[in-house]
């Protein structure tokens, strides 16, 4: 950015001369700046998109571990996690927009600024007669009318734009106080110039004609995008300071021709604020935050408790709050410590690609990478209760065999005629009866000695007969609680029992999975 202001002196009309070297070096500076200021734009973008990313992996890590953990605590952990980091992006929207837009708004204002500098800069720089005069003199000797040539002239700044690379570079002449060095406000005046005469510089003369032979140009010619600003004449303009700036009430200060710089300056300043806004990260959110958000409740009340609205300590009472300060306590052996420590084990290896070692949850790289290792554990705890399940059908299967096998067997073993029929089969005995009679009768004892099925589920106290059903007739013997087995009426209140127990336990095995962790 070419911003040369000078202070106005009575030179004589006709005087010329190359610009002082300490006036155009800021601009010279500021073009550095500008380079600087593209990557920093582009890092931010990198944080902006990194702070979302982050955010969204964390919260599906969460629900991947609670799948692997699976047990209930877990699985609301995650839930009231997932809730939190979903209220902070939400909250954090309006700022991702604005910071996203300023990323692309600096550079295109300091870019328009650089590129109109750069070319006054190349012009006057190349610009140099045979006699060694041109319109920039020495930073070495920066009053001093003599120029060197444009190599080694232009050799500090940095006209051209250069390949954008993410950097945390800090500006030297564009910064939150304003524009360092660049001190005066009136535009191009004769007091910026260097003492000795030089006819050649017509760009820089005093004389109307020499710029437009047609009584000179009537308008100022705004040159680095105003802060040169050049009168007909180098008669200074109204003073419009732009080294110190701050925010008005009103808001930006106007600063007449520079005002394209003050407009730069407050873009700058806004990628400074959100550069410190999200170079930081995302935060994973701890126990004290978790238990009082009311995010996380709404979540426990609506997903766990399966009751709609949001939560609202006056209607829901301290049911749910409770439930919330049991679960997010500090510490690694407590949520939400727990289900990070769960992430960042290694022990996954199934989802990887062929040749991997096993990573864990945390060193996935991508949301659908975590929501592969997610299925994975969810088909874990599907085959876990398809096994409880068929578990359960083979015992209950059993106990109908018990049920009604051993009826079955008992006439089987009495239709076998002769001892040595009876004796064997590998379920029956020949007996003698109290009446003296010999008879072939069921023999679970032996069943079970010779591996029979139907006699692994009898036991001593389905034989046992109770006050209950002893001594009734066959027509009394009913269920639920009796059956006719034999000759005898036996107790059957302990096979539906079993029945229960059975399903309850099956029943217990899945509740300590998915109970709602809310009392009855």
């Not at 998109?49 to 969460?62: F, H, R, S």
């Amino acid at each position: 950015m070419f911003l040369l202001l000078f202070h106005a002196l009575n030179a004589d009309g006709n005087s010329k001369g190359a610009i002082q070297g300490a006036k155009w070096k800021p601009l010279c500076t500021l073009t550095a700046d500008a380079n600087k200021v593209y990557n920093r734009a582009l890092k931010l973008q990198t944080l902006i998109t990194d702070y979302t990313k982050a955010a969204t992996k964390l919260a599906v890590e969460a629900v991947a571990a609670a799948q692997k953990m699976q047990n209930a605590e877990a699985h609301a952990a995650a839930i009231g996690l997932v809730a939190e980091i979903r209220e902070q992006l939400k909250s954090k929207q309006p700022e991702i927009a604005r910071c996203y837009k300023v990323a692309v708004e600096t550079p295109a204002f300091i870019g328009y600024t650089h590129g109109r500098i750069a070319e006054l800069l190349a012009i006057m720089g190349h610009n140099r007669g045979a006699s060694n005069y041109g319109y920039l003199a020495q930073l070495s000797s920066p009053t001093s009318p003599a120029t060197d040539a444009a190599t080694a002239q232009l050799s500090s700044c940095k006209i051209k734009p250069h390949d954008i690379t993410e950097g945390p570079e800090e500006t030297e002449v564009l910064t939150k106080k304003g524009f360092v060095g660049m001190d005066h406000g009136t535009g191009l005046v004769d007091g910026v110039l260097t003492s000795s005469c030089n006819e050649h510089c017509v760009l820089t003369s005093a004389t109307a004609t020499a710029l437009n032979s047609d009584t000179g140009p009537q308008e100022d010619i705004p040159f680095t995008n105003g802060y040169i600003l050049k009168h007909q004449t180098n008669t200074a303009r109204s003073s419009q300071l732009i080294n110190s700036l701050s925010k008005q009430a009103k808001g930006l200060p106007n600063k007449g021709q520079n005002q394209q710089y003050v407009r730069l300056w407050d873009k700058y300043v806004q990628l400074e604020g959100c550069e410190t806004s999200f170079k930081a990260g995302f935060s994973r959110p701890e126990a004290q935050t978790l238990k009082q958000s009311v995010a996380v409740l709404t979540a426990l009340k609506n997903i766990i408790d399966n009751e709609s609205g949001e939560y609202d300590l006056s209607k829901d009472g301290e049911k749910i709050k409770t439930v919330a300060e049991k679960l997010f306590k500090p510490g690694e052996d407590n949520y939400p410590e727990k289900l990070y420590k769960e992430a960042q084990a290694k022990t996954l290896r199934k989802t990887l690609m062929a040749g991997n070692t096993a990573t864990s949850l945390t060193n996935l790289e991508t949301p659908i990478d975590l929501q592969i290792a997610q299925m994975y554990y969810t088909q874990r705890k599907i085959d876990g209760f398809i096994a409880k399940l068929k578990e359960a059908e083979e015992q209950l299967s059993k106990d109908k065999l018990g049920d009604y096998g051993a009826a079955a067997a008992e006439d089987a073993c009495n239709k076998l005629d002769g001892e040595q029929k009876c004796n064997t089969d590998k379920k029956c005995s020949y007996e003698t009866a109290s009446d003296g009679t010999n008879k072939c009768t069921y023999n679970a004892s032996k069943a079970k000695a010779n591996n029979v099925p139907v006699a692994l589920t009898q036991t001593e106290s389905a034989k046992k007969t109770t006050k209950k059903c002893k001594g009734k007739k066959k027509d009394d013997c009913k269920s639920p609680d009796c059956k006719w087995e034999g000759e005898t009426c036996k107790d059957f209140s302990f096979l539906v029992n079993t029945k229960s127990t059975l399903m309850a336990a099956t029943f217990l095995s899945f509740f300590k999975i998915f109970h709602p962790l809310f009392p009855c």
